[in-house]
């Protein structure tokens, strides 16, 4: 058996919104191809966390950071590092499905197209590829132009899913992927998380404690911008180490 | 008269009040109206519409007057259109929210209030002489240009804002920089509303005669104009010259004038208000 390697890192991690200290001297190490899931009451920082990987805090007025994120043990938030090429790589699904306004098709492709992809075959193949890997594909195949609104929300979801696949990274950020739908649609979503760990390291933020139960290998437990414990899921939840820990995930605030 | 009677009679009384303020402005242009259609009405043929003014009132026509109002249309909606919408992208897309910009937003606002006689003395100082353009249809159409742009940069943003936070950061996410989301995402997204109040703006600015006047638009032009560098008049112009006639002639054909021009204004107001609907039965967030 290999040792893995880690993929996502934070080295004494602070965050500020204008005044606010938002996340406080966070350390942590995610290895590759493995599910994290970040829990905690709301406000406590998990979602400011998950956005740093990917850097979509930078167009909020006022938020800065000190320390390090790694990503492959290569500062992101380095000066020569280019937003774009960074987030190729790491990918993101929000917690309310965010379809374009557009066909399935053109819902899949943005990425590429974006890229300056233009060849059809290419991006044909890539539409497929992706759908077929979010479980959606034999649902849309025969209505590619179809607009993307018209979809069930578990379905755009599961299109947005794609459409961060498309691009081909290698991390899946999840902010409450499966929060705004139905039991039947979160059980495909977990299905498809199940999947994808096989390939890509996923991180995930959930209100939900069974949700995370079912889906991580590993889990994070935020307090008031802390990062209180860090484990093995199951350690966590049959034996955790803080008393904060334990009165969250046995429901006692939050 | 019992407590609750004199409580019902106000009741019923601020009804008939409400009715009234209703209706009164409507009421009035109504009657505008109709005075203006059995006047006008039958002034209007195919020679009123294709002849060149004259001194004789039964043989001047409005040519010059609407090719001119087109130009004018035409010029401006160029000028404004690209200028107005860029400055709005500016301000909601990219702008960072700080006292220079707050500046910024409540100076536009003010500009939305100014007199339009004053633009037409800017437009006098810079355009005309300045720029030594001279009473032609270009010095027009960037005066008016300057009048409309605070509507156009008001509605652009207000239609920007509408598109939802959540389609923008599914396209950062995705590695799209900011124009590349605001060419792909906003933009296509928020189109009708742009177009709606950039229409509503030339409406606006058809309908203007003292900035034009101002700036040396003449009443009497015995051509048409064949480049944005020509002298030109507009309707309002030729209505305004032909109500200041003594003969009463004149205001007949001042009527059929302001029948063409409320024509070109309706048919601009019923394009926007169809570009609205559409775009709001197109995009359910």
Redesign the interface.
């Known amino acids: 058996m290999n040792k893995k390697t880690t993929k996502l890192e934070a080295k004494e991690l602070n965050a500020y919104y204008g005044d606010f200290h938002a996340l406080k001297n966070i350390n942590i190490a995610m290895e590759e191809k493995n599910v994290t899931a970040f829990i905690g009451p709301s406000g406590c920082g998990k979602s400011t966390f998950l956005r740093t990987f ?1 850097r ?1 805090n930078d ?1 909020i ?1 006022g938020f800065r950071t000190e320390g390090d994120i790694l990503l492959d043990g290569r500062d992101i938030y380095a000066k020569d590092v280019r ?3 960074l ?2 790589e790491v ?2 699904v ?1 917690q ?1 499905p ?4 557009k066909s399935i098709f053109e819902n899949v492709v ?2 590429l ?3 300056g992809i233009k060849k059809k075959a290419v991006l044909e193949e890539a539409a497929e590829k992706s759908l077929r890997r979010s479980a959606l594909w034999e649902e849309v195949k025969d209505k590619m132009d179809k607009s993307a ?1 018209a979809l069930s929300g578990g379905q755009q979801q599961r299109l ?1 899913i794609a ?2 696949l498309a ?1 081909s990274p290698s991390v899946l950020l999840m902010d409450e992927p499966a929060s705004a739908l139905d039991p039947l649609s979160t059980a495909k979503i977990e299905e498809l998380i199940y999947e994808l760990k096989n390939e890509y390291t996923i991180v995930i933020v959930t209100h939900n404690m069974q949700q995370a139960g079912r889906v991580s290998d590993h889990t994070a437990f935020f307090y008031m911008g802390e990062l209180v414990e860090f484990s093995k899921t199951k350690t966590m939840f049959t034996s955790p180490q803080d008393n904060r820990t334990q009165n969250y995930i046995t429901g006692r605030f939050g | 008269m019992t407590n609750s009677e004199k409580n019902r009679l106000k009741d019923k009384a601020f009804q008939v009040f409400g009715v009234f303020c209703t209706f009164i402005g409507l009421i009035v242009l109504a009657v505008f109206l109709f005075d203006i259609a059995i006047e006008g009405f039958s002034r209007i043929d195919w020679d009123f519409l294709t002849s060149l003014p004259s001194r004789r009132a039964s043989r001047a026509g409005i040519l010059t007057a609407w090719v001119g109002t087109l130009w004018i249309l035409v010029l401006t909606a160029i000028i404004a259109f690209p200028l107005g919408v860029s400055a709005g992208i500016y301000l909601e897309e990219y702008s960072k929210k700080n006292r220079w910009t707050n500046f910024l937003e409540i100076n536009i606002s003010n500009l939305a209030g100014v007199p339009s006689i004053i633009y037409g003395l800017l437009g006098l100082e810079i355009f005309v002489r300045q720029m030594r353009l001279g009473g032609s249809l270009l010095a027009g159409a960037l005066t008016l240009s300057l009048l409309i742009l605070p509507i156009i940069i008001v509605t652009t943003r207000e239609a920007i804002k509408a598109v939802p936070r959540s389609i923008r950061d599914g396209s950062f996410a995705l590695g799209a920089s900011k124009w590349q989301t605001v060419w792909n995402q906003v933009l296509p997204a928020s189109f009708g509303g742009i177009l709606t109040g950039i229409i509503l703006s030339l409406s606006r600015a058809v309908g203007e005669a003292a900035p034009l006047i101002v700036i040396g638009a003449l009443a009497y032009v015995p051509f048409t104009p064949d480049s944005p560098l020509d002298e030109f008049t507009v309707l309002p112009i030729q209505i305004f010259n032909w109500t200041s006639r003594p003969q009463a002639e004149f205001l007949t054909n001042a009527a059929g004038a302001i029948i063409v021009l409320l024509a070109i204004t309706f048919l601009l107001n019923g394009i926007a208000v169809y570009l609205r609907n559409r775009q709001q039965r197109k995009v359910k967030w």
């Not at chain 1, 965010?98 to 306004?101: L, S, V, Y």
């Open positions: 990917n979509m167009y007025d937003v774009d090429e987030r190729k990918g993101m929000f309310k965010n379809p374009f306004p943005y990425g197209r974006i890229q609104l947005c459409r961060a691009i």
